[in-house]
């Protein structure tokens, strides 16, 4: 298993890997709004937390199609299914490579983008704190639909509309956490929810993508 | 160590494919499987490998014996033909790639990537893989396609090696190997299935 996540790790870093993408993507959103909703600090500084969640999720989604994808097309998908590895263990992989080379990523750089959208200085921590504890939840999520939608050709649009609904409640609560956290009110509530949500997803989700991987490749 | 299939059924997109196929396949032997194209030889190594269930009938193989090699060669455009080969010997937990590297000389292709493969090379490392995973009972989809003339002498060489060595091997193939008494072929025709119907309960997996 370790020489899947090494291998997926490569294979993203490499050249067509796709590794800049979701940051490149994170950034342009994030720069563009400022010229979207004008000049006024006070109303960027307000939905800097939103923006800044909304910009990950979206950075998140559009790598999601890769998880499957690719390894589907030259079929090492069939012979990984074949080999020692026990599905579940494939798809947590897959996860853990997926949030390592997009969530990690947007998590680090969030901060930086928070200066362009005027974030309040107590924000910084709750921004990252919040991204930290959601974004693993995505990619389990957004494993899931990888997995459901393996093997259809251009499957990305039903993959958006299956994962979308789905990482709702983690937005709510990730963009509510760091709302609060910025503006200094009581952050207990969100905080347990969202670790909530991201411990049950990993939790319980790998046995599902691991059951529909193994009726995609039927 | 012997794959035993009794009264299998195998099919493909609700559509029954093969019934009632049997045969047995012993340590140190192979079978080739013959048959015209659509016939479902590739829809029955899916089903011996686990990739799909059986319609009916049984197919006994411990599962920890046997690795599969399907059409496409699972091959990383991006890693080396070193990363590649090494990949797969960890995942199988073996350590030395240096046997199946000589016996389809890729050792000058090393650090060549994937990518910039042939497609017989590509092929090669395709059945390098097999060697590396160091289990014995092979599953083999149309092995020699795109293969010239010397690498199939080659791979015949890595079968009768293989076979020799207690291992078995079932594939499926339209060349003449010349594996000798040591393989059989069984001809799939025979066992086509006669009343190809939809079956509701599949067609909602679709």
């Known amino acids: 298993m370790i020489a899947l996540l090494i291998r997926d790790l490569r294979l993203a870093m490499r050249a067509g890997g796709g590794f800049g993408l979701s940051l490149a993507f994170f950034l342009i959103v994030v720069v563009l709004v400022p010229f979207g909703v004008g000049p006024e600090m006070s109303l960027l500084s307000r939905i800097a937390p939103g923006i800044l969640w909304v910009g990950a999720l979206l950075a998140c989604l559009l790598s999601l199609d890769r998880i499957f994808a690719l390894d589907y097309e030259d079929g090492s998908l069939d012979l990984l299914a074949t080999s020692p590895l026990p599905a579940e263990g494939i798809v947590t992989v897959k996860a853990i490579a997926h949030w390592l080379t997009t969530g990690l990523p947007l998590v680090v750089i969030a901060p930086v983008l928070g200066i362009l959208l005027g974030l309040p200085e107590q924000g910084y921590f709750w921004i990252v704190l919040s991204l930290l504890l959601g974004t693993p939840a995505l990619s389990v999520i957004g494993t899931f639909g990888a997995a459901l939608t393996v093997g259809i050709k251009r499957g990305g649009l039903l993959l958006s509309l299956l994962v979308l609904p789905l990482y709702v409640p983690t937005l709510i609560y990730g963009a509510e956490l760091a709302r609060r956290g910025t503006q200094g009110l009581e952050t207990g509530t969100p905080l347990l929810m969202l670790a909530g949500i991201t411990c049950a997803v990993t939790a319980l989700l790998p046995f599902a993508s691991a059951a529909v991987l193994r009726i995609n490749l039927r | ?206």
């Open chain 2, 1 to 206: 160590m012997s794959l035993h299939v009794s009264n299998l059924s195998v099919s493909r997109g609700g559509r029954t494919l093969l019934e009632g196929v049997t045969f047995d396949v012993d340590a140190g032997h192979a079978l080739i499987l013959r048959g015209p194209n659509g016939l479902g030889k590739t829809t029955l190594l899916r089903t011996l490998a686990g990739l799909q269930k059986p319609e009916a009938g049984t197919v006994h193989l411990p599962e920890e014996d046997a690795v599969y090699a399907g059409h496409l060669d699972g091959i990383k455009a991006t890693l080396t033909v070193r990363e590649n080969l090494m990949f797969w010997a960890r995942v199988f937990g073996t350590q030395s790639i240096d046997r199946a590297l000589r016996t389809f000389e890729l050792s000058d292709l090393l650090d060549r990537s994937g990518g910039m493969l042939s497609a017989g090379q590509k092929r090669r490392l395709g059945l390098a893989r097999l060697m590396v995973t160091g289990r014995k009972f092979w599953m083999l989809d149309e092995p020699t396609v795109s293969l010239d003339q010397a690498s199939v002498a080659q791979f015949a060489d890595m079968i009768r090696v293989h076979l020799a060595s207690g291992g078995s091997a079932i594939m499926a193939t339209h060349i003449d190997l010349g594996l000798g008494a040591d393989a059989r072929v069984l001809d799939l025709s025979a066992f086509r299935a006669t009343t190809p119907k939809l079956h509701a309960s599949e067609e909602a997996f679709l």
